[in-house]
């Protein structure tokens, strides 16, 4: 029995057709993840300093560490201050954004930078944020990489 060329074709086409369709089934969570779903509005003029679309895990500092341990926050040093309410106010910090030609003017005044870890849920790598504190403000590199500069009391963020 022989199979004409125009029935071969036909096949032809619904098998390609077949696999294309396939391969958009495998593709359509991405779809509309990406195209449909709307990410979460952030309200605020000013850049945050953490991403705030992002589920905290752990703050690393230098000299103290806040994680997230079953739900709870725990701090490596005691605290006056509830480890709570540090995290919600490291989470809501927003700065004014720093342009570069001004960064350039104040890096002579700036001392060491230091450095935080910021871990995320779902995150391999962690987010690190340089950052200078001198006697009027801080200069932190956000989680978009832009300087932001924020007003604010040491004891506001760390413990004391």
């Known amino acids: 029995m022989r199979v004409s060329p125009a029935r071969r074709r036909r096949w032809n086409n619904i098998l390609i057709l077949g696999i294309i369709a396939f ?17 979460p509005a952030v309200v605020s003029q000013h850049p945050y300093l953490l991403n705030p679309t992002q589920d905290l895990q752990a703050l690393h500092f230098a000299n103290w560490s806040l994680e997230n341990n079953q739900g709870r926050w725990r701090s490596s040093i005691p605290s006056v201050i509830p480890e709570a309410d540090l995290v919600k106010r490291w989470q809501e910090l927003v700065g004014t954004e720093v342009n570069q030609q001004s960064f350039d003017d104040l890096k002579p005044q700036l001392g060491s930078p230091e450095t935080i870890e910021v871990w995320y849920f779902d995150q391999e790598e962690p987010q690190r944020i340089t950052f200078y504190q001198t006697p009027q403000f801080w200069l932190l590199k956000n989680w978009q990489g832009k300087w932001i500069a924020i007003s604010v009391e040491p004891r506001y963020l760390m413990p004391e």
């Open 23 to 39: 391969i958009g089934l495998l593709n359509l969570p991405t779809l509309i993840k990406t195209y449909l779903i709307d990410e």
